[in-house]
């Protein structure tokens, strides 16, 4: 457990369902995939990943992409 406290981690709260629920919807992705958008979107962070429907979402929300996928 102190290996696991010493991790640069930032608790950022319950999240927002609602956030998550509509970029579901909006974008046709699982809530899964919706998560990891909502917290880009919520932290204005890059995304990273390998799906190209989660990429093209991020890129809808004006969120950067990295990976192979990333923004040409």
């Not at 989660?54 to 040409?72: C, F, N, Q, S």
């Given at each position: 457990?102190?290996?696991?406290?010493?991790?640069?981690?930032?608790?950022?709260?319950?999240?927002?369902?609602?956030?998550?629920?509509?970029?579901?919807?909006?974008?046709?992705?699982?809530?899964?995939?919706?998560?990891?958008?909502?917290?880009?979107v919520a932290e204005s962070a890059a995304l990273a990943t390998l799906d190209r429907k989660?990429?093209?979402?991020?890129?809808?929300?004006?969120?950067?992409?990295?990976?192979?996928?990333?923004?040409?």
């Open positions: 457990m102190d290996r696991f406290n010493q991790l640069p981690l930032r608790h950022l709260g319950p999240g927002d369902d609602h956030a998550v629920l509509t970029l579901a919807r909006v974008h046709q992705l699982s809530a899964y995939d919706a998560a990891y958008l909502a917290l880009a989660l990429a093209a979402a991020a890129r809808r929300e004006t969120i950067a992409v990295l990976g192979p996928l990333a923004d040409p």
